[in-house]
């Protein structure tokens, strides 16, 4: 089983629209979540850190659930500009900043 | 100013050649990454060197020697390159530990490495 295992997609979805995405990961000791944005061959990007509370970023809103291991991002009103491979990423925490990647998930926004 | 920097950009060779990928960051960080992302996308840590010493060895084939000549330097060898080799190499770097710790790591562009 991957550690951090994610839907790879793609999901195709008209601009405007509302999509989320969900991930899960193996590891109960991980301590630090993450959301990561990869367009086509770029480098990956922070997004935006998950909290336990939940977090907002303008169109963004990130989820953790700790009991089910369970992460998820959820994007409104869709904007061409946010097609790109939407990356979970988990931190143990102990291991020297080690970073575990999803697969990603790839979006593709419509006119 | 680009924060973190990766030379070459595209690096194509022949197996059994061996080669280097160097990179640099300016953002004053104490930690450096390499990770590879191979054709199915997964991005895979490598190693880890903060302020000079190892702290992550993946399994990685020992053809792989990095060297962190400063903090602000990570360099990674390859011997006897194999096609299996071939993937999108990428250095990143962060604050690990004091005051100032960020957890974000930044990315430099990436290498693609192409064996032949």
């Known amino acids: 089983r991957k550690e951090v295992e994610q839907d790879p997609g793609p999901f195709n979805v008209p601009e405007g629209a509302t999509v989320a995405f969900n991930c899960t990961y193996s590891?109960?000791?991980?301590?630090?979540f993450f959301w990561y944005r990869q367009d086509c061959r770029k480098e990956p990007k922070l997004l935006m850190s998950v909290y336990s509370s939940g977090n907002e970023d303008g169109r963004f809103t990130a989820q953790l659930n700790r009991a089910s291991q369970y992460i998820s991002l959820l994007i409104r009103d869709s904007k061409l500009s946010d097609s790109a491979t939407y990356l979970c990423?988990?931190?143990?925490?102990?291991?020297?900043?080690?970073?575990?990647f999803g697969q990603g998930t790839e979006l593709s926004v419509k006119p | 100013d680009t924060a973190v920097s990766q030379t070459p950009k595209y690096l194509v060779t022949q197996m059994g050649n061996d080669k280097s990928i160097k990179c640099e960051q300016n953002?004053?960080?104490?930690?450096m990454y390499w990770y590879k992302q191979d054709s199915k996308k997964f991005l895979k840590i490598m190693f880890s060197?903060?302020?000079?010493?190892?702290?992550i060895n993946e399994t990685v084939p020992n053809r792989f020697s990095p060297k962190s000549p400063d903090k602000a330097h990570l360099n990674l060898h390859i011997n006897s390159l194999e096609l299996g080799d071939s993937a999108v190499y990428f250095c990143a770097s962060s604050q690990l530990y004091g005051r100032s710790q960020v957890h974000e790591q930044f990315f430099g562009p990436g290498t693609r490495l192409t064996v032949l």
């Open positions: 990423v988990v931190n143990k925490g102990n291991q020297g900043g080690k970073l575990i």
């Open positions: 060197y903060n302020n000079k010493e190892l702290i």
């Open positions: 953002l004053g960080h104490d930690t």
């Open positions: 590891n109960s000791a991980s301590q630090s």
